[in-house]
Structure formats: structure tokens, C-alpha cells
């Protein structure tokens, strides 16, 4: 089951196109969200949309949570020894963007994560890690979209704020169900930069799966229904390359996650006042 939200609501993606979500389950997907699979296994009634108007496949989650240095790649091209926990920031719902939608880029050096994203469907509250991924009810795939200069400037660093500008958190453009996919536990990530490849791993190599993330955020905050949590990007941002490679309003960043689903973006500078 895939849900993506088209004209600020939910729809079913298919091959021939999307199909709205009865009332009564939109009201609470995540409450419904068995009832939502069963409906989605008989559902007709496609039709034709376009991608590009597709939205955040979850337009206000309460809280959103974010790990760094989370693959041993990146880790390494940071400079840092790896953590012995996971390193958690927060981004603030605002930033969420659509799949393809166009990212006004603020003054600065904005750079690109490619992340997958795990989504909670239930209220969670210290969950031992073998029981890591009951509360995960989708995936879907994200980008942590960054400005360097903000982020690193202070000391400590200020993560939230500079990973928090409108559009900085392109999501979707679906939720896509467990059962949709083959392994959640090795996805393979490409970020692709105007046609280059500029990340490339598996979600296998992360240094804290998504079990132990669930874990070990529900041992201090109680998770609920919506909340996402990105996981972490693998080596390749552009603030580690040499020379440094920024996005410019030349670009389009292509972000894909197999068996979860493509993003692509546009840029465009912020209009002066």
C-alpha cells in the first residue's frame, strides 16, 4: 500500500493512477491504518493525476526527528569517530515539501542527505529493540536538506534551525507499507546531482538500524502516530567533497530509495525584500 495527499488529502497510489481514501478512513489514517491495507487490497476507481502536485505524504507531524552521523562512510568523511549512541537533532514541521516540488534556497551553502524516513503509526513508549519496528507502520524517503554555514557556525553546532527553512524536508511521495517492501532492513539509497551519482549505499550499513533509532528515542519521548524519523545519510554531501559543491538554481536532485519510491527537485534563489 502506498498512500501519497493530492489536494490536501489522502489517496491510494496505483498503476492507473490514485484513488481517493473514503472519509472515514482519511479522518485517522494511522488509527485506521488496518482497516486502510484491507481497503486498499480491493479499491477501484483510478485516476490520471499529476506527480508533480503530489504533497508531504504527511502534511504536520507532531515531531520529527533526525539522526546524524549514522552510516560509518559519512562518519569517516566528517572527520569524527563513531558515535556509540545515536546523535539526534530535530526538524521542525514546517520544513516539509513535497516529492517534486521547486526549494527556494536561502543564502548560504545548502547541501543535500538523502535519508530514508520511518514513520511511527502508533504511540510508543520505551520499546526494547527486538520490538524495534512494531510501531513503524511505512517508510517513505527524505531529504535532510542543510545550510553549512548556520549549521556549523556556533559551538556547539546549530543542527535544527539551519536544516529548517521552508522546503528543507522533501518527503514521499508516498507511505509506503512494510509489506510493500522486500527487506526494510537493506534498501539501497542514490542520490543522483544533475545525472551524477553522488551518494550511493545501503540502509543496511547504518550504524543504528531502525530498531534501535525507535528504541532509543521511545526511552525519552513517547512517539505518536505521524512522527517521522530520518535516519541518517551516507557519505557523499557536497560540504565533504573537494572542492566543496553546493546547490545551486541550476540543479536537479534526484533522490531515490528502491522499493520506497523517487524524489526529484528544482531550486530557485529566495526572492529579496
Given at each position: 500500500?502506498?498512500?501519497?495527499?493530492?489536494?490536501?488529502?489522502?489517496?491510494?497510489?496505483?498503476?492507473?493512477?490514485?484513488?481517493?481514501?473514503?472519509?472515514?478512513?482519511?479522518?485517522?489514517?494511522?488509527?485506521?491504518?488496518?482497516?486502510?491495507?484491507?481497503w486498499?487490497?480491493?479499491?477501484?476507481?483510478?485516476?490520471?493525476?499529476?506527480?508533480?502536485?503530489?504533497?508531504a505524504p504527511?502534511?504536520?507531524?507532531?515531531?520529527?526527528?533526525?539522526?546524524?552521523?549514522?552510516?560509518?562512510?559519512?562518519?569517516?568523511?566528517?572527520?569524527?569517530?563513531?558515535?556509540?549512541?545515536?546523535?539526534?537533532?530535530?526538524?521542525?514541521?514546517?520544513?516539509?515539501?513535497?516529492?517534486?516540488?521547486?526549494v527556494?534556497?536561502?543564502?548560504g551553502h545548502v547541501?543535500?542527505e538523502?535519508?530514508?524516513?520511518?514513520?511511527?503509526g502508533?504511540?510508543?513508549?520505551?520499546?526494547?529493540?527486538?520490538?524495534?519496528w512494531?510501531?513503524?507502520?511505512?517508510?517513505?524517503?527524505?531529504?535532510?536538506?542543510?545550510?553549512?554555514l548556520?549549521?556549523?557556525?556556533?559551538?556547539?553546532?546549530?543542527?535544527?534551525?539551519?536544516k529548517?527553512?521552508?522546503?528543507?524536508?522533501?518527503?514521499?511521495?508516498?507511505?509506503?507499507?512494510?509489506?510493500?517492501?522486500d527487506?526494510?532492513?537493506?534498501?539501497?539509497?542514490t542520490c543522483?546531482?544533475n545525472?551524477?551519482?553522488?551518494?550511493?549505499?545501503?540502509?543496511?550499513?547504518?550504524?543504528?538500524?531502525i530498531?534501535?533509532?525507535?528504541?532509543?528515542?521511545?526511552?525519552?519521548?513517547?512517539?505518536?502516530?505521524?512522527?517521522?524519523?530520518?535516519?541518517?545519510?551516507?557519505?557523499?554531501?557536497?560540504?565533504?567533497?573537494?572542492?566543496q559543491?553546493?546547490l545551486t538554481?541550476?540543479?536537479?536532485?534526484?533522490?531515490?530509495i528502491?522499493?520506497?519510491?523517487?524524489?526529484?527537485?528544482?531550486?530557485?534563489?529566495?526572492?529579496?525584500?
Open positions: 500500500m502506498r498512500i501519497a495527499q493530492l489536494d490536501c488529502r489522502p489517496v491510494l497510489l496505483t498503476e492507473d493512477g490514485v484513488i481517493d481514501v473514503p472519509v472515514d478512513l482519511a479522518a485517522d489514517l494511522f488509527a485506521r491504518w488496518d482497516d486502510l491495507r484491507e486498499s487490497a480491493h479499491a477501484t476507481g483510478a485516476r490520471p493525476y499529476d506527480p508533480c502536485d503530489l504533497q504527511v502534511p504536520a507531524p507532531r515531531q520529527i526527528f533526525a539522526v546524524a552521523l549514522n552510516y560509518r562512510p559519512h562518519t569517516a568523511e566528517a572527520g569524527y569517530e563513531e558515535p556509540t549512541a545515536p546523535l539526534v537533532f530535530t526538524k521542525f514541521p514546517t520544513c516539509l515539501t513535497g516529492p517534486y516540488a521547486t527556494e534556497l536561502p543564502p547541501d543535500w538523502l535519508e530514508l524516513v520511518a514513520v511511527i502508533h504511540e510508543a513508549r520505551n520499546i526494547p529493540v527486538q520490538k524495534g512494531e510501531p513503524v507502520v511505512a517508510l517513505t524517503v527524505g531529504q535532510d536538506l542543510s545550510e553549512r548556520a549549521q556549523l557556525a556556533g559551538r556547539p553546532a546549530q543542527f535544527s534551525l539551519a529548517s527553512h521552508p522546503g528543507f524536508g522533501p518527503l514521499g511521495p508516498a507511505l509506503v507499507s512494510l509489506d510493500e517492501v527487506d526494510p532492513d537493506d534498501l539501497e539509497l543522483e546531482l545525472g551524477e551519482v553522488v551518494q550511493h549505499d545501503r540502509t543496511g550499513d547504518m550504524i543504528f538500524p530498531p534501535r533509532l525507535v528504541s532509543y528515542l521511545s526511552e525519552f519521548c513517547t512517539l505518536l502516530p505521524g512522527d517521522l524519523i530520518f535516519t541518517g545519510t551516507p557519505a557523499g554531501v557536497g560540504n565533504r567533497r573537494s572542492p559543491r553546493f538554481p541550476d540543479d536537479e536532485l534526484v533522490s531515490r528502491g522499493g520506497v519510491g523517487e524524489m526529484r527537485h528544482t531550486f530557485r534563489r529566495r526572492a529579496t525584500r
